[in-house]
């Protein structure tokens, strides 16, 4: 067996049923990550957390990077403009949710260290109209 795997992006499933956009994770896939978990997501605009909930995490901390787009954050009560290129490292206990004001689709790329179970936790009503 080969010490690596190579998927294209179509080939991992997309997670989001019938919300709108895209959102593909190696932990749906079968590309055997021991370590790290890697998520592509295409945000079209007016989608995301607002107007729902946001998450914590008990232990992994993430990196996300805007591939392209401007997308709004929110992390515990201040609200951010994240323009693409930028890289945002948010601490498990940093309750978070992300936005596309839009007007045209973002792309967002997550990472974080595996986890075995549910290591989130939501918290409702986060971020109001």
């Known amino acids: 067996?080969?010490?690596?795997?190579?998927?294209?992006?179509?080939?991992?499933?997309?997670?989001l049923g019938d919300y709108p956009g895209e959102m593909r994770m190696t932990a749906a896939s079968?590309?055997?990550?021991?370590?790290?978990?890697?998520t592509w997501r295409r945000m079209p605009a007016q989608t995301g957390g607002k107007g729902s909930y946001g998450h914590r995490h008990r232990t992994q901390e993430e990196i996300y990077f805007v591939a392209s787009g401007t997308l709004q954050f929110k992390l515990e009560d201040e609200v951010i403009d994240v323009?693409?290129?930028?890289?945002?490292?948010?601490?498990?206990?940093?309750?978070?949710?992300?936005?596309?004001?839009?007007?045209?689709?973002?792309?967002?790329?997550?990472?974080?260290?595996?986890?075995?179970?549910?290591?989130?936790?939501?918290?409702?009503?986060?971020?109001?109209e």
């Not at 079968?30 to 890697?38: G, H, M, P, R, V």
């Not at 007007?103 to 997550?110: F, G, N, Q, R, S």
Request: with cysteine.
């Open 30 to 38: 079968d590309l055997a990550a021991e370590q790290i978990s890697f």
């Open 83 to 128: 323009p693409a290129n930028s890289v945002v490292r948010i601490a498990p206990s940093v309750v978070r949710s992300v936005w596309n004001e839009g007007p045209e689709d973002a792309v967002l790329i997550m990472c974080s260290v595996k986890s075995d179970g549910p290591d989130h936790e939501t918290v409702p009503d986060f971020w109001p």
């Open 1 to 15: 067996m080969a010490d690596y795997s190579m998927r294209q992006l179509e080939e991992i499933p997309d997670v």
